[in-house]
């Protein structure tokens, strides 16, 4: 699970596994493997790997990024404009209710020559065990959004791929940037996950990303210290959402972010964004996301907040941003 809340939050600040997985490469002595350095010891992985299993959609989505398609995704984040994209893709969903455990016997059956699982997920801990199903590896979740995705290209020996894909979304932000500086705007991010009411902190790294467009956030959120355990969070009780007004208020919503929590709240109510219809729901499974397409996707959403709280992203969008997004690519 992202260290920020969602679907597997609870064994997140028990991993003790670092974010940064693909420490250093070196050439394999056979010519269609190679050596990948991990903290769990070197790994020998396939140049070209054709039955990629990932254990989540970040993991799935990161590969897609430079040019891995995996044979089957594990649906342990309910990300459903993940889900909606990897499907379309032809990648097969397998269910997941139980986001905590590890389907040892499925995995195995499936026979993959890799096995990818997110950093901050709760599966994490069964990496070990995994290696004797297939090489397992470690994508990065918490890392700057840069790291995360030339941490992946190196991980698998697609370093072009991954410099591809920075440069085209340094594009977007800039383009971000320019529409946030003709329209300038603070901006206040709020949910509820696991019955914790939280606003994001300054370390997420959603809130770097908001930062370097020049979106300004309320004090409270500015210069708050993170929960203690899950550094992406502020925890708020309900009195205190009165501190987390701003020029635009959003909430995230998704399937472990259920927004009627906040929406509910005389509190919130009484925030004057709200009064005033200067507040939104955003997707809080991408805009926790740190893969390239939750990139792009947020950098969209704060596009469209300088102009007003319509043209925010709903699964509805999925197909025509991932098609806006692949142009974006070349």
């Known amino acids: 699970l992202p260290s920020a809340p969602s679907a597997t939050e ?9 974010d940064s997985t693909a420490l250093e490469t070196t050439a394999a002595s056979s010519g269609d493997t190679r ?16 039955r990629v299993i990932a254990l989540d959609e970040y993991a799935a989505m990161n590969l897609l990024a430079v040019g891995i398609e995996p044979m089957e995704t594990y649906t342990a984040y309910s990300s459903l404009v993940s889900q909606d994209i990897l499907a379309e893709r032809g990648v097969e969903l397998m269910a997941q209710e139980d986001s905590f455990a590890v389907n040892f016997e499925a995995i195995a059956g499936s026979d993959p020559d890799v096995i990818v699982v997110t950093a901050e997920s709760a599966v994490v801990e069964s990496v070990e065990p995994l290696q004797d199903i297939a090489p ?6 918490t890392a700057p959004w840069r790291d995360v995705i030339t941490d992946t290209g190196n991980l ?5 791929e991954a410099a591809s894909v920075i440069e085209a979304l340094e594009g977007k932000l800039a383009s971000t940037s320019e529409a946030v500086a003709a329209n300038p705007y603070s901006l206040s991010i709020l949910g509820e996950t696991f019955g914790i009411l939280f606003a994001v902190s300054p370390e997420a790294v959603l809130s770097a990303i908001v930062d370097e467009v020049g979106v300004d956030r309320p004090p409270a959120q500015a210069d708050a210290t993170s929960m203690e355990g899950f550094n992406s969070v ?22 472990f972010y259920p927004e009627d929590a906040l929406l509910d709240l005389p509190t919130y109510q009484s925030l004057p ?16 996301g740190t893969h390239p ?17 319509d043209g925010i992203g709903t699964i509805d969008d999925a197909e025509d941003r991932w098609s806006a997004y692949q142009e974006l690519l070349g």
């Open 156 to 160: 698998f020996g697609r370093t072009d």
């Open 293 to 309: 397409f939750a990139i792009y996707w947020i950098l969209e959403d704060l596009a469209s907040l300088a102009e007003g709280v």
């Open 234 to 255: 502020i925890s708020l009780s309900p009195e205190l959402v009165v501190d987390h007004d701003a020029d635009v208020v959003t909430v995230m919503s998704g399937v």
């Open 35 to 50: 050596i990948v350095e991990t903290s769990f010891g070197d790994i020998e992985l396939p140049v070209d790997p054709q």
């Open 10 to 18: 609870s064994t997140a600040a028990a991993s003790t596994a670092p």
């Open 273 to 288: 964004a709200v009064q005033d219809g200067r507040s939104t729901i955003v997707d809080g499974d991408m805009w926790f």
């Open 136 to 141: 397992t590896v470690i994508v990065p979740y």
